[in-house]
């Protein structure tokens, strides 16, 4: 899949002519948990990665692209109009190679954007909704939510998560 927009509720039914996609939206969203709550002694982005066969088995067929970007937007549940907006974009390089180019994290509410993550200097910077900055954590390898603090907002949110 190159490039898709879909829009997600509460319960959702793929439905499709073969080779269509589907396996391909529950597989991202597989990919994506496997990076954030990777099995034990594992980098998540490197696991996940091996687990498809490979950076080149995850680019886009046939292109020259070498850079894999995931962005997901979604609905707080804590209180209306609460959003989040999360990018994810890798680089191959030589040898297959794998670096985390950027990864950021945002929560828009009440017409303002507050940055929970951002990556800088090889290190990302988390901070709390409340604007709390809680430091950095490196970022080799990793995503930052693999590694993130336990007080971290967001850390709170994503514990029950389920794929």
């Known amino acids: 899949m190159r490039d898709i927009d879909l829009p997600l509720g509460p319960l959702n039914v793929l439905v499709g002519p073969n080779m269509a996609g589907k396996s391909n939206v529950l597989d991202v969203l597989k990919f994506l948990f496997e990076v954030f709550f990777p099995e034990a002694n594992t980098l998540g982005i ?40 999360y990018e994810l974009q890798l680089i191959v390089g030589a040898g297959n190679f794998v670096a985390l180019q950027s990864e950021s994290l945002k929560l828009l509410r009440g017409g303002k954007e507050i940055v929970l993550l951002r990556q800088e200097g090889g290190f990302h910077w988390l901070a709390n909704a409340d604007g709390m900055n809680l430091g950095s954590v490196g970022s080799f390898g990793v995503s930052a939510l693999q590694y993130a603090r336990p007080d971290w907002d967001c850390r709170r949110a994503c514990k029950n998560v389920e794929i």
């Open 46 to 85: 490197g696991y996940a990665l091996a687990q498809r066969g490979g950076p080149s088995e995850v680019l886009w067929k046939g292109g020259e692209d070498k850079l894999i970007g995931i962005a997901l937007e979604g609905a707080g549940d804590d209180e209306p109009g609460t959003n989040f907006k």
